[in-house]
């Protein structure tokens, strides 16, 4: 089984930025998509971005498209979000996750292994 710890978030104002990082342990995620999910206060969760396992195919929801960039290190076992122009209806706690679909996957259900969330939050 493959563990996902997030890290990197915080408190930041809004039009700053912040990179998440997700670390796999007990195993490697380079055969996995991965995705990033956040859930705000009252809100169902959230499909944030995706990578394919070779990180050559991403996707983003459309809210944060031009602000947000999901990078992955095979050789690292990481994945990163780096957000950039935060806004505060950015605010939430997000998640990475691994799944066995190639390219990643835009619905939660799909996915196998979740790491256990990081805050971010943005302050007006």
């Known amino acids: 089984q493959v563990q996902l710890v997030e890290s990197g978030g915080g408190l930041v104002q809004a039009g700053g930025s912040l990179r998440l990082s997700c670390a796999a342990s007990?195993?490697?995620?380079?055969?996995?998509?991965m995705g990033w999910f956040r859930r705000a206060p009252g809100k169902e969760r959230e499909f944030v971005a995706r990578?394919?396992?070779?990180?050559?195919?991403?996707g983003y929801t459309d809210s944060v498209k031009g602000r947000f960039a999901i990078s992955r290190d095979n050789a690292k076992n990481t994945v990163y979000l780096e957000m950039s122009s935060l806004k505060p209806e950015d605010t939430a706690v997000y998640y990475c996750?691994?799944?066995?679909?190639?390219?990643?996957?835009?619905?939660?259900?799909?996915?196998?292994?979740w790491g256990q969330g990081t805050q971010v939050t943005v302050s007006s």
């Open positions: 007990g195993g490697t995620f380079s055969p996995y998509g």
């Open positions: 990578i394919s396992r070779s990180g050559d195919i991403t």
């Open positions: 996750a691994a799944t066995r679909r190639a390219s990643g996957a835009s619905y939660s259900y799909a996915y196998d292994y």
